[in-house]
């Protein structure tokens, strides 16, 4: 029991690559949550419905579904270290996109940055979750990843204040109404300066990007590799597609991303139907979210010390299930603390269903990481039915039946994990 816990979580040597490889998590959670308020921004802007606004999700993470195995096939050809760098480059491109997107005013435009800048983030996800795995001993993987998952929220908040100061905070409070019975050419010039906000937002982080990116291309990392000469991807995906303890983890995490995104994406909108509240306002509570959420992903790392991940993950998506239906079913400030609650019940869901899928994987890791990277389409397809059901209902509330359908299903995941996992993980 003594040499297990002295097992260290980093592997002596690779500490400096940790640390580099976990300041990416930081940004793609940066990048994340500022696309989160954007649905509140273009509902404003451009008078639209929730579903026309989900496709800001739909277009953010399809873009990681179509990228992620690509991306492994990229990674396993040459090296970790490549697949971040264009990961990097992407993602720098997508946000110097909004640039030209502002000028033209086209909603398309910036669907189309943010599918290139998402397209990033997928590669980058891709190489940087398995390269975390592999910089220690398998029994403390877990571990080690959420440790490193738990600077992506910290990117989150700082992503949600950028919002709030330099987007929200810029918005015209005109409703609908309001504009549809402006001037054109007025309207025009209400948009544009709203417009123009976000993109210089996006175009900053570019730019700091560009620092990361020049970082990590002379800085001397690791190169851990299965040294696999062919790629045989149709012999890697059949075995993948017989190990039931990964497809039941890609399952379960397509749905937890739909939880995840979903509770995210309309957080800013439950809290201005149930407190009154602008978007700069709401904003406040979706930050209260990441925050918790960011100290619950610490708390759960350390608690994993001592209790098995697996059992975490099913206590935890129970709360969140009870927290839901109190969202709901409640209203007012009832409601909207509930909601907050459920990001602490999440924070450790992601980065625990990736490493128990990716158990005893070997040569295969790199595609069945990309594998559970696509299961992120989960936040596009499953938020873009939440946009449905609200506009057919005509609640916000009802709405978040389908958070709730997706925190069952990681529940019953996590229940019967033990079953089929591979032998020698956990006892």
Known sequence: MNKKTQVPVIKPGNKWPFILITSLFFLWGLANNMTDTLL????RIMSMSDFQTSWIQMAFYGSYFLLALPAAILIKRYTYKIGVLFGLALFIL??????????????GHFLAALFILAGGLSILETAANPYIISMGAEETATRRLNLAQSFNPIGSITGIVLSKFFILSNLNLLDADQRASMDVMDLKAIQSEELTSVMGTYVSVALFLLLVWLLVKFTKMPSISHKVKKLEIGTTLKRLIRNKNYISAVVAQFFYMGAQIGLWSYTIRYVMQELDKNENDASVYYLASIILFSASRFLFTALMKYIQPRKLLMVSALLGILCTIVVIYGNGIVGVIALVLVSGCMSLMFPTIYSLGMSKLGDDSKIGGSGLIMAILGGAVLTGLQGIVSDW???INLS??????????????????HKIQPKNLES
């Open 40 to 43: 509140a921004a273009f509902k």
């Open 393 to 395: 209902t005509k609640s």
């Open 400 to 417: 978040f039946y389908i958070p709730l359908f997706c925190l069952a299903v990681v529940a019953v995941y996590a229940m019967i994990q």
């Open 94 to 107: 997508g946000a110097l996109l909004f640039y030209p997107a502002s000028i033209t005013m086209v909603y």
